[in-house]
């Protein structure tokens, strides 16, 4: 009985000693208000105006999409910001586009695209005298399996200090070299970022797959590196 009760005081303070040992996560934490990176959030209202003509006359259209997109880097004037090419390009030919940018504060800013890669989906705009924190683009690529985030508009649900927080996971690379995620998205969600649980940047939102619409696709992280190391000055020595 003596070494039994032995035994026990042991084991109890054992137990004791291991509750007061630190603790290190590679999870994010349960209230993720301090460190989520909301203010490098945009929303991208575009609006689009194009001849349409017939044998008889021409007449003005418009045509109106939405997107989302962050802070990449800024300059001494403005911010650069990153979203999906198939927002920022002209659908129609001998048209006038305007892409109105609205940050976190829902305040509205002029944007210009500065560069952009079709074949990749890539897009970087210039938005004067917005002033964001930029996101910090991760050294490291996602595994299959890792627990992402994604910061997003999807149809346009977007208001002051209100966007759309969604969790999901990396699956890895598809049959076409595009990276594959279980994300929910929707019109408005292109362009938006994706980040790990460092809360950097190692994805983005273009399309979602018709038949499965919990199958989010983006560039690959390999692809979406180059481009911003290419074309954002604050990286173009990594």
């Not at 007061?20 to 209202?45: I, K």
């Amino acid at each position: 009985m003596q070494k039994q009760q032995k035994m026990l005081v042991v084991l109890v303070a054992l137990l004791l000693a291991c509750a007061n040992l630190p603790h290190h996560s590679t999870t994010a934490p349960e209230s993720l208000e301090d460190s989520l990176p909301r203010d490098s959030f945009v929303f991208l209202l575009v609006k689009e105006f194009y001849p349409k003509c017939t044998a008889e006359s021409c007449t003005a259209e418009k045509s109106i999409s939405m997107g989302s997109g962050f802070v990449i880097d800024k300059t001494k004037t403005g911010s650069l910001v990153m979203t999906a090419a198939h927002v920022c390009m002209p659908e129609y030919d001998k048209s006038i586009m305007t892409i109105i940018v609205s940050d976190i504060d829902d305040k509205k800013y002029d944007a210009s695209a500065l560069k952009w890669d079709e074949k990749n989906d890539l897009c970087l705009l210039f938005v004067e005298k917005l002033k964001r924190p930029a996101l910090k683009l991760s050294m490291k690529a996602p595994v299959p399996g890792d627990r992402l985030y994604n910061i997003a508009a999807p149809v346009g649900i977007f208001n002051k200090q209100m966007v759309p927080i969604l969790e999901g996971r990396y699956n890895g690379i598809g049959y076409n070299g595009s990276a594959i995620y279980s994300l929910v998205a929707a019109p408005g969600s292109s362009g938006s970022m994706i980040l790990n649980y460092k809360f950097e940047l190692v994805g983005m939102i273009q399309a979602l797959h018709t038949r499965f619409p919990t199958i989010t696709i983006g560039p690959s992280y390999k692809v979406l590196k180059k481009f911003i190391t290419e074309n954002a000055p604050f990286y173009r020595s990594l």
